[in-house]
């Protein structure tokens, strides 16, 4: 009886949530907005398959969002104009980078892991910035086009907004079966306490490894539609504040749920847009929240929801 | 490529290999201490930097001032910052601390810019330094000399202070076990305050030492902390020895590398650390599972 009660709210929950999000870029100040927020949700999320369910707090993760966003761009822009081959490219291409940083990283834990992360995202910065024939440099890479798919104009802010969604919906039910697989749970049990778990006989390491490259994998995926969404791939991509941001909205969000760190980007970019429109320090406001939430705000929006609603999802 | 050119290299790896040290031992000593990563720390260092420009500029226009005192005021908002901030943090997992420190960098950043502009500030080199001095085999800058004679003595003074006072084998202590530390009735958490003082206080002289050589800017600690990072991984965290060991390595190979081509020199430190991970995860001088 209290199952089915909890599974009507669940799915009135979850139907509402979908609804929103179509409707969504009706409800924005201008649609780009909505879709920029999607492109960060799934960051958010993927990152979250890091943090929240493995316990590995990575620094890095800029480097598989810009290396999404630059292989993309630079398959449209230099390759081959069109949109899920460049998207492909991008996922594989990122991928493989978080097998390369990944394999190097898990070798330490705890804070090692998040300097090594973030020093290695900072390669990839370094490369891109020095690599000006390929990736444009300091000015980014300019003049990324949206090639129409078939019938699907993704010129129109509307269209891509649609698109990007589709993809983001498509991760999160990835996403969702994956947490709740074998394989997610014992991510969460070498979460709780490695030693018993590499006692029990799980290759640890391994487990960490490959949810390391699902997260880039869906990162790179973010990454590559940001290139479409913005026309362009700025150099701050893959700067270390963007991975900065992205742990931000995961832990203002809620860690270990999915759905909270899409609710934290939705917060974090709103309210910077809000803020940008009428002061340049947003910078320094956004430096005071987050000190803010870290002092009072710890369990982040979705403990709030939960507590709300006594809703388990 | 003449010998001089090479020698020149060589001294000016040594120059960025110092300011690497500096920040390092500070970033170093926190860690071991409190178990976190400060990110604040390079907003810190560009603090030092903007402390020695108003001190010169608007208070009294005298190098050797701003020398002294920039460094003792850095360290003394350090401490303040601990007692007023960090104090509240410790018993959250590590992760909320330096979550709180990348916001207490945004913000220093941002209060910077907005005070003194996004163009930075100009800082001229002190009179008394100026010029050059011939070392036999060639001549280089006096105030390059002095600043790795500096951060020499300074290095020095800190591993003297650690390892040969009474206060020092608190500190080494409070490291290993700041919980039984505190059972023995000695006040860890003054000790926590002054070691997180030093720690900045060394930052602050880093930035006042490059303010003349380097640009001024509120960004100016954003990249020179990550190589900070690749500092400590390649020296092991914790350790004195590991930070200015590999503070001096990874300043020469960048020195190296711009002398071999320019736009590899700033991979090829984070090349060098994945290949030293390889070899030896823990670092040089880094201890086993420490504040795994």
Redesign the interface.
């Known amino acids: 009886m209290i199952d089915s009660a909890m599974s009507k709210k669940k799915i009135i929950t979850l139907s509402s949530a979908v609804l929103l999000s179509l409707l969504f870029p009706y409800l924005t100040p201008y649609t780009a907005l909505a879709s920029e927020i999607l492109v960060f949700a799934l960051f958010a999320m993927s990152y979250d398959l890091v943090l929240g369910y493995a316990g590995m707090?990575s620094f890095g993760h800029a480097a598989f969002f810009g290396i999404g966003a630059y292989t993309t761009g630079i398959m449209l822009v230099r390759v081959y104009p069109s949109v899920m081959p460049a998207l492909l490219a991008g996922v594989i291409v990122s991928s493989l980078a978080a097998l390369f940083v990944g394999y190097?990283?898990i070798?330490?834990?705890?804070?090692?892991f998040?300097?090594?992360t973030?020093?290695?995202a900072?390669?990839f910065y370094?490369?891109a910035f020095?690599?000006t024939g390929l990736t444009g440099g300091d000015d980014g890479l300019q003049g990324v086009p949206r090639p129409s798919i078939g019938p699907l104009d993704l010129t129109s802010e509307i269209t891509l907004y649609y698109f990007i969604l589709f993809f983001v919906l498509l991760s999160i039910t990835i996403g969702l079966r994956v947490v709740n697989s074998p394989f997610g749970k014992t991510l969460q049990a070498l979460r709780e306490n490695k030693d018993r778990t590499m006692s029990i006989g799980y290759d640890v390491d391994k487990f960490r490894l490959i949810v390391f490259i699902i997260s880039g994998f869906f990162s790179g995926l973010a990454g590559g539609l940001y290139a479409l969404l913005l026309n362009f791939v700025p150099l701050s991509s893959l700067y270390?504040?963007t991975s900065?941001e992205v742990?931000?909205m995961t832990?203002v969000g809620g860690m270990g749920t999915l759905f909270g760190p899409v609710l934290g980007a939705l917060g974090i970019i709103l309210l910077r847009d809000i803020i940008s429109n009428f002061t340049e320090?947003w910078?320094?406001i956004?430096?005071?929240?987050?000190?803010g939430?870290?002092?009072g705000f710890?369990g982040g929006i979705m403990s709030i929801i939960r507590d709300k609603l006594k809703l388990n999802v | 490529m003449s010998a001089q050119f090479i020698g020149m290299q060589l001294f000016n790896g040594l120059i960025l290999g110092s300011v690497y040290v500096l920040l390092s031992l500070g970033l170093s000593i926190i860690?071991g201490m409190l178990?976190?990563?400060n990110?604040a720390h390079g907003a810190f260092y560009m603090l030092g930097a903007y402390a020695a420009y108003t001190i010169t500029s608007y208070i009294f226009p005298n190098f050797w001032i701003a020398f002294i005192f920039g460094p003792i005021f850095m360290g003394a908002f350090g401490a303040a910052c601990e007692v007023f901030?960090f104090r509240?943090?410790y018993k959250?997992p590590?992760?909320?601390?330096?979550?709180?420190t990348?916001?207490?960098?945004?913000?220093?950043?941002?209060?910077i810019?907005?005070i003194f502009g996004s163009m930075g500030v100009p800082f001229n080199t002190p009179e008394s330094l100026m010029g050059a001095v011939n070392l036999g085999f060639m001549y280089y800058p006096k105030y390059r000399l002095f600043l790795i004679i500096v951060t020499a003595l300074c290095s020095l003074g800190v591993w003297l202070f650690l390892s040969k006072t009474r206060l020092g084998a608190l500190i080494r202590a409070g490291t290993d076990n700041s919980q039984m530390v505190d059972a023995l009735g000695i006040n860890i958490s003054r000790i926590t305050t002054l070691v997180f003082g030093l720690g900045i206080g060394l930052a602050g002289l880093a930035g006042v030492l490059v303010a003349p050589i380097q640009n001024v800017t509120h960004l100016m600690g954003?990249?020179f902390l990550?190589d900070c990072?690749?500092v400590?991984?390649i020296g092991g965290?914790g350790s004195i020895a590991g930070s200015i060991i590999g503070g001096l390595i990874v300043g020469e190979i960048i020195a190296m590398g711009i002398m071999v081509w320019p736009?590899?020199a700033?991979?090829l430190i984070?090349?060098f650390?994945?290949a030293f991970?390889?070899v030896r995860?823990r670092g040089l001088f880094g201890r086993e599972a420490f504040?795994?």
Not at chain 1, 286 to 291: S, W
Not at chain 2, 102 to 111: V, Y
């Open positions: 707090l190097l990283s070798r330490r834990s705890g804070i090692y998040t300097m090594v973030l020093a290695f900072q390669m370094f490369t020095k690599w270390w504040t900065g742990v931000v832990i320090s910078n320094f956004m430096g005071l929240i987050f000190m939430c870290v002092l710890r | 860690f178990g976190i990563i990110f901030f509240r943090l959250l590590p992760l909320y601390v330096m979550l709180f990348f916001g207490l960098m945004m913000a220093f950043q941002d209060i810019r907005m954003m990249d990550i990072f690749v400590v991984v965290m736009p590899i700033n991979t984070y090349l650390m994945a991970l390889l995860p504040h795994d």
